[in-house]
């Protein structure tokens, strides 16, 4: 049986759908238009649109987050593709679903000097799970049958691998004809592995004879489940739990990056566990490439082999709740690792709060403010660079439902995006702080056909990239200014203007506190603006310095 022009979209639809997909976050363009209308019209997916792609794949991964489920980003054919690069990187390394659908022109139009018209097969590079090009006309059986089946390992790769898979899709004119009628079709699966975990003898032995325990997980999402077997472990006193924020693992030490300045020989573990993604402590991976574990344990359900403290070890392939349920299960044991770690952090705290009771207003100021101000339950999206930094080093947080920060590989790209994809699937009011240029580099978030009123943006004007008055190396340069901080006049007013966002603005702890309190009033999403000198915030930073550096 021969089939009709763009039977494999058809196709391509029924299956998408079928296997769950939901959300679709379209890109505007014209050899994409088979892909818009028929996602649009299909009636089973929920559709908004972009106009800038940049921010579309990060707004497609601030949903996928949410959900747990893969997003469909769909761009036109061209340079369009390569501006979702940078959100495909930052979805690879965080484990994050994603599905890539790419227009294309034809295959014989490459490399002839035609309009709109690049290398696109591949093009995302070694950042996908999966990625192929759909044939170009499924006109038979077998065409059909192979296009089907690459639809089905796309998917399930992005599922199974938790990556963003791409598949280009090569589209010939005529383009805003309806689509054939659904057509019945051969399914393809491939079968699905199950995992199954015990604890060896070996591991048993290690785990008993351990004196010093250290937990850490890096980035992830919240689980109940885990949270729960974590409070069981830690009535195990050899057992130490590291809580960084994006770990979203509460309970355990938080200020470790303080604690591990110092270097102190007595914190080093004899057992290492670590599962997540990337761990945001510097510190801490310092620390132990100088003090490694004697064994070291990585949790890894995909049996990907990460070593960010280069300290070799085990890898253990199952799902981390398998493995913390196991260990919840053999005796505890007698020690004090977890008292010293929790002696060092307590005599820290007492001291940080009363020093940041007497802070000049400025960021640290604000954030430690902030971290009081904002209601229980809700949910935070940090930048990537100076706020999360600063949040970590706050003695006490909120009780939050979910911290994220895009940690993947991402600088100050796709903070707005992120944040405002998320909101769009989550019932609880979503926070983002971030500084002023990762805001503005960013703005077309708000490009979107959805504005989240569960958002609420909080952008710190300092006067540049502050990170670089801070870290060692920049901020020593006689270039730092022009040429690191990159100090720049942005009228966040206007910006807020532009894209119909109400606008606050404090420079003041009073001023703050009333801009907090009107945003928790007020339904919709709003942008404050937290105005701070630079002379100052770099000020405080080197007295927090001289702070922590001085603790025993």
């Known amino acids: 049986m021969q089939y009709p022009p763009k039977q494999q979209l058809t196709d391509l639809l029924e299956l998408l759908h079928e296997m769950g997909l939901q959300e679709v976050v379209i890109c505007p363009g014209s050899r994409s238009a088979p892909l818009t209308l028929g996602f649009v019209r299909h009636g089973g997916f929920a559709t908004s649109t972009v106009i800038d792609e940049r921010a579309a794949g990060y707004i497609a991964i601030g949903k996928a987050l949410a959900s747990g489920k893969p997003v469909a980003v769909v761009c036109t054919s061209g340079t369009a593709l390569l501006n979702l690069a940078p959100a495909v990187a930052e979805a690879f390394y965080l484990r994050v679903p994603m599905l890539v659908l790419s227009a294309d022109r034809p295959a014989a139009w490459v490399d002839q000097l035609d309009g709109q018209t690049i290398r696109q097969q591949g093009a995302l590079g070694p950042h996908t799970v999966f990625a192929a090009s759909l044939p170009?006309?499924?006109?038979?059986?077998?065409?059909?049958?192979?296009?089907?089946?690459?639809?089905?390992?796309?998917?399930?790769?992005?599922?199974?691998?938790?990556?963003?898979?791409?598949?280009?899709i090569p589209l010939r004119e005529p383009l805003y004809e309806p689509l054939p009628p659904v057509q019945p079709m051969t399914r393809w699966?491939?079968?699905?592995?199950?995992l199954h975990f015990s604890l060896s003898a070996s591991l048993k032995d290690s785990w008993h004879q351990a004196r010093r325990i250290l937990l850490v997980p890096g980035q992830q999402a919240p689980d109940a489940t885990q949270q729960v077997l974590l409070q069981q472990l830690l009535t195990d006193p050899r057992v130490c739990l590291l809580s960084e924020a994006v770990a979203n693992a509460p309970g355990g030490i938080s200020q470790h990056e303080a604690i591990l300045r110092g270097r102190p020989a007595s914190l080093q573990p004899d057992?290492?566990?670590?599962?997540?993604?990337?761990?945001?402590?510097?510190?801490?991976?310092l620390y132990l490439r100088q003090y490694p574990a004697s064994q070291h344990w990585r949790i890894d359900a995909l049996g990907q082999i990460a070593d960010p403290f280069a300290s070799g070890g085990t890898l253990l392939t199952a799902p981390v709740n398998q493995v913390l349920q196991s260990l919840t299960n053999l005796p505890t044991g007698s020690g004090n690792y977890q008292a010293l770690w929790q002696t060092a952090q307590n005599s820290l705290n007492t001291r940080l709060k009363a020093w940041l009771s007497a802070l000049p207003f400025g960021d640290m100021a604000a954030f430690n403010q902030l971290s009081h101000l904002l209601p229980a339950g809700y949910?935070?999206?940090?930048?990537?660079?100076?706020?999360?930094?600063?949040?970590?080093?706050?003695?006490?947080?909120?009780?939050?439902h979910w911290v994220h920060a895009n940690r993947g590989t991402s600088g100050i790209d796709g903070v707005n995006?992120?944040?405002?994809?998320?909101?769009?699937q989550r019932p609880e009011t979503?926070?983002?702080?971030?500084?002023?240029?990762?805001?503005?580099?960013?703005l077309n978030a708000f490009s979107s056909s959805e504005r989240p009123r569960n958002l609420r943006v909080v952008v710190f004007n300092n006067g540049g990239g502050d990170i670089?008055?801070?870290?060692?190396?920049?901020k020593t340069q006689p270039e730092r200014e022009d040429y690191f901080a990159t100090p720049r006049s942005i009228n966040l007013q206007a910006m807020a203007a532009a894209w119909g966002l109400p606008y606050l603005l404090a420079t003041?702890?009073?001023?703050?506190?009333?801009?907090?309190?009107?945003?928790?009033?007020?339904?919709?999403?709003?942008?404050?603006?937290?105005?701070?000198?630079?002379?100052?915030?770099?000020?405080?930073?080197?007295?927090?310095?001289?702070?922590?550096n001085s603790h025993p």
């Open 508 to 548: 003041d702890a009073l001023s703050l506190q009333q801009a907090v309190e009107q945003m928790q009033k007020v339904d919709g999403c709003q942008l404050l603006e937290i105005r701070t000198e630079p002379s100052v915030n770099e000020s405080v930073y080197h007295q927090y310095l001289e702070l922590i």
């Open 417 to 424: 995006s992120t944040a405002l994809g998320f909101a769009t």
């Open 271 to 285: 057992l290492l566990i670590s599962w997540g993604q990337q761990v945001v402590s510097k510190q801490l991976k």
């Open 189 to 194: 699966e491939l079968p699905a592995a199950e």
């Open 136 to 168: 170009e006309q499924a006109d038979s059986e077998t065409d059909r049958w192979h296009a089907a089946r690459l639809v089905q390992q796309a998917w399930q790769a992005a599922v199974n691998q938790r990556g963003p898979a791409h598949l280009n």
């Open 468 to 474: 670089f008055r801070q870290i060692p190396g920049p």
């Open 430 to 442: 979503v926070w983002m702080l971030t500084g002023e240029l990762s805001f503005a580099y960013d």
């Open 379 to 400: 949910s935070l999206h940090l930048g990537n660079s100076t706020p999360i930094r600063h949040w970590q080093n706050l003695p006490q947080w909120p009780t939050l």
